[in-house]
């Protein structure tokens, strides 16, 4: 059973530093790949950034140069560090898992959701 936990969310002013972690509970294999979304009210949830097994991360262009993801591909565990915030980050922000097994030739999809952890960037 895949159950991935965030933490690591809150209230942070302009400028400032979060570290957001996602960790699943289970003794899974490794997934493909994860990543971190975030959606605002009202809004979209959007791909912030990626990370696959091997380590090769993907940036949404909003984030480049600010955020940095990392990941323990063995563990499933996975990091955000955010640096200089700005309001328009705020949103709730959420762990996500996706790839593929193929058993017996046949190739099944997966594709886990955290619950989300709230970001509020804020004076």
């Known amino acids: 059973q895949v159950q991935l936990v965030e933490s690591g969310g809150g209230l942070v002013q302009p400028g400032g530093s979060l570290r957001l972690s996602c960790a699943d509970s289970?003794?899974?294999?490794?997934?493909?790949?994860m990543g971190w979304f975030r959606q605002a009210p009202g809004q979209q949830r959007d791909l912030v950034a990626s990370i696959t097994t091997r380590g090769r991360p993907y940036y949404a262009g909003f984030v480049k140069g600010r955020f940095t993801i990392s990941r323990d591909g063995a563990k499933n565990t996975m990091s955000i560090q955010m640096n200089s915030l700005k309001p328009e980050d705020t949103a709730v922000y959420y762990c996500?898992?996706?790839?593929?097994?193929?058993?017996?030739?046949?190739?099944?999809?997966?594709?886990?959701w955290g619950q989300g952890t709230q970001v509020t960037v804020s004076s």
């Open positions: 996500n898992a996706w790839g593929a097994t193929v058993t017996d030739g046949k190739r099944n999809g997966y594709d886990y």
């Open positions: 289970g003794r899974n294999p490794s997934f493909d790949a």
